[in-house]
């Protein structure tokens, strides 16, 4: 034991106490009142020595740790005992984390305790930022959208967050500390095993998508090599597989339909890029060029025909759909082609394509001519009618207005006769000219 006395009859055993790196304090066990300090525990709490001794341990611990402070030494069995990591009071109000082991004494007869109080306020403080970038990081682990777990290089969960739990219907109780493959057995036979081992093995990250048919859903998994082990990032695809899949079957179809006729279908963007088109525009434009689709240059197509068709798409850029006729004339042939252009809007109604549609229209255009022709024959006829008919028709009707019906013997009749027979024949002249116009 250490007493006042000892102290004083051995000057190593003082030394050993007042030149002690560690803060050192004896204090009374009834009234608390510091008995003696050594020059650590003065500098540590800022007090002079004389300072020190008129407080008591009350006044270095804050209010809420006496209770503490009280069971501890009432429930205590042994003289030596670790306090543990507290809260000290220094001259100013300053707080200090202390470890503290103290031990029961007898100091010049009173029943003491000496305690040693090791300054750990930067460990705790450096404890304490761990910590709270720790929290802060599973904070963020917790809140985002994505899966995430760690494995560790036996392969065993170490931190799965909420997500994890929701997707893959699995709690923290299930899966910490339980390895990979016992908590999905089938991930065994899928892209899991190849790919993990890869990040685990070789230090890699990888990302790949898989369907983890237990739970009927697909992921994305991104998986990056860790000192531990590997850390996982997963989200849930399995909607947007299902759009990509509904995408790929409506894109078969519309290329079956599109494919499934002779008119020309095709779409262009805001640069004049094909976006794009059936088999028949394809086919136009290797006989335009003369050229497989593969081998086809901007260079291959005439500069005024781009800029006569970049003047339409133009056009249908400004929003207003409308139609024209192509016609095309190889020396040989004359082809007419009927071609729409249709403007395609986006959700903020600006335009963003157009769609074109071209149809061959050379037969209808021929019915058409067959058409005005004989709109010309009629115009004709009608020209006839109203003109050499009616003027042999006036005659005929003039000449009957001459005839003398009350004598029939009158001589002069004869003549109207013969004159009403020739103005017939004059207009069974222009009826056989009618015909002949008619083809009839």
Not at 130 to 155: C, H, M, P, Q, R
Not at 192 to 215: D, G, R, S, T, W
Not at 421 to 435: F, G, L, P, R
């Amino acid at each position: 034991m250490l007493n006042k006395n000892s102290i004083s009859s051995f000057g190593d055993v003082t030394l050993l106490f007042e030149m002690n790196p560690c803060p050192m304090y004896i204090f009374d066990n009834e009234t608390l009142l510091f008995l003696d300090a050594n020059n650590a525990a003065l500098a540590q709490y800022g007090y002079s020595k004389q300072e020190f001794l008129s407080l008591t341990l009350k006044d270095i611990k804050p209010p809420e740790d006496m209770q503490a402070f009280y069971n501890l030494n009432r429930d205590s069995t042994t003289a030596y005992y670790d306090a543990g990591i507290l809260k000290h009071i220094k001259k100013g109000g300053g707080i200090v984390n202390v470890h503290v082991f103290s031990n029961v004494v007898t100091y010049a007869g009173n029943f003491a305790t000496l305690a040693i109080a090791i300054n750990i306020d930067k460990e705790v403080k450096i404890e304490s930022a761990l910590e709270e970038k720790v929290n802060e990081i599973e904070n963020i682990l917790e809140s985002i959208t994505d899966g995430f777990y760690a494995l560790n290089k036996n392969w065993r969960f170490t931190y799965i967050n909420k997500e994890f739990e929701r997707m893959l219907q699995r709690t923290r109780q299930d899966v910490i500390g339980k390895t990979f493959w016992e908590v999905f057995p089938e991930a065994k036979y899928l892209k899991f095993f190849a790919e993990y081992q890869k990040a685990m093995n070789e230090k890699e990250p990888v990302h790949f998508q898989e369907y983890y048919a237990p739970l009927q859903i697909w992921v994305s998994v991104n998986a990056y090599p860790t000192k531990e082990g590997i850390t996982v990032f997963f989200l849930d695809i399995t909607e947007q597989r299902q759009i990509q899949e509904k995408l790929f079957i409506d894109s078969q179809n519309l290329g079956a339909i599109i494919n499934n006729t002779k008119d020309i279908i095709w779409s262009i963007d805001a640069g004049f890029n094909i976006i794009t088109a059936n088999k028949a525009f394809w086919e136009r434009v290797e006989k335009l060029t003369g050229k497989p689709v593969s081998a086809i240059i901007p260079e291959d197509y005439s500069n005024d025909l781009f800029a006569k068709w970049r003047e339409y798409y133009e056009r249908a850029f400004l929003g207003d759909p409308y139609k024209i006729t192509w016609i095309e004339n190889d020396g040989e042939t004359i082809t007419y082609d009927e071609v729409s252009f249709n403007p395609v809007r986006d959700r903020n109604d600006q335009v963003v394509a157009v769609t074109c549609f071209s149809r061959d229209v050379t037969e209808q255009q021929s019915y058409q001519d067959k058409i005005e022709q004989q709109n010309r024959q009629l115009r004709q006829i009608a020209w006839l009618q109203s003109h050499k008919i009616r003027n042999h028709m006036a005659n005929i009707l003039g000449l009957t207005s001459l005839f003398n019906y009350e004598d029939k013997t009158d001589p002069f009749n004869a003549e109207i006769i013969n004159l009403i027979q020739q103005a017939a024949n004059n207009m069974d002249e222009v009826i056989k000219e009618i015909s002949f116009h008619t083809g009839n």
